[in-house]
């Protein structure tokens, strides 16, 4: 089994639908990451987490919430999708130094 | 973090080595040099990382200046599978608080 396991791994949805990518990891770290890719833009931070009771916004975190249920969950939630946020999702966990990054294998999401 | 500079792509022939500059003139003392690098449709994944002396691991060399101010990650012999993005990242020893950025990096791709 993978270590960061993201689903669904391709997800069409409509304008305005509420949609929850979900993200798990078996590498016991406590830090967990959400990143959006866009073609030529490279990664862009969307939320993280260092422990089950803590949230921070990244970059790009308007139109998008996260629930740490776990230390093992972090999931993301777009509640109302926009066309605009068609995108490659991607979770990742890293160690408490900050280092060695794990990411999973991604969501695409095409929101129509 | 410091900025990094990388070619936007390099070309490589399958068997033949590959030297992919980083820039990075601004670099402090405590800075560590990380590379990942995303292979098509995956998420990125660590190649290696150093700090002032030449590292070498079952994926890739990374061969640092002198002056720290560019670094270079070595393929010995570049195979098909190692068509990629590689992103080099620096990360200071009191970074582990801020969540990895990434640039655009350097696509490179292996001709058959």
């Known amino acids: 089994d993978a270590d960061v396991t993201q689903t669904p791994r391709n997800r069409i949805t409509k304008t305005g639908k509420r949609i929850m990518l979900e993200c798990s990891q078996t590498k016991g770290h406590d830090r967990m990451y959400w990143y959006r890719q866009d073609p030529g833009l490279g990664l862009r931070l969307i939320y993280y987490?260092?422990?089950?009771?803590?949230?921070n916004k990244g970059e790009i975190s308007d139109g998008y919430s996260v629930s740490r249920q776990a230390q093992a969950k972090f999931s993301l939630s777009l509640e109302s999708a926009i066309p605009n946020q068609t995108a490659l999702y991607f979770c990742?966990?890293?160690?408490?130094?900050?280092?060695?990054?794990?990411f999973g294998s991604g969501t695409r999401l095409t929101v129509v | 973090d410091a900025k990094t500079t990388q070619p936007n792509s390099m070309e490589s022939n399958e068997e033949e080595p590959v030297h992919l500059p980083c820039n990075h003139s601004t670099i402090s003392g405590t800075d560590y040099i990380h590379w990942y690098r995303q292979l098509p449709s995956q998420g990125p994944e660590y190649v290696i990382h150093?700090?002032?002396s030449n590292v070498n691991n079952r994926m890739a060399s990374l061969a640092i200046a002198e002056d720290r101010k560019s670094s270079t990650l070595i393929l010995h012999r570049a195979t098909l599978r190692d068509a990629a993005v590689y992103y080099c990242i620096l990360r200071g020893t009191l970074s582990g608080n801020t969540p990895l950025v990434f640039g655009k990096g350097t696509r490179l791709s292996v001709i058959a």
């Open positions: 150093g700090l002032t």
């Open positions: 990742a966990t890293s160690e408490w130094t900050g280092y060695g990054y794990t």
């Open positions: 987490s260092f422990d089950v009771k803590d949230i």
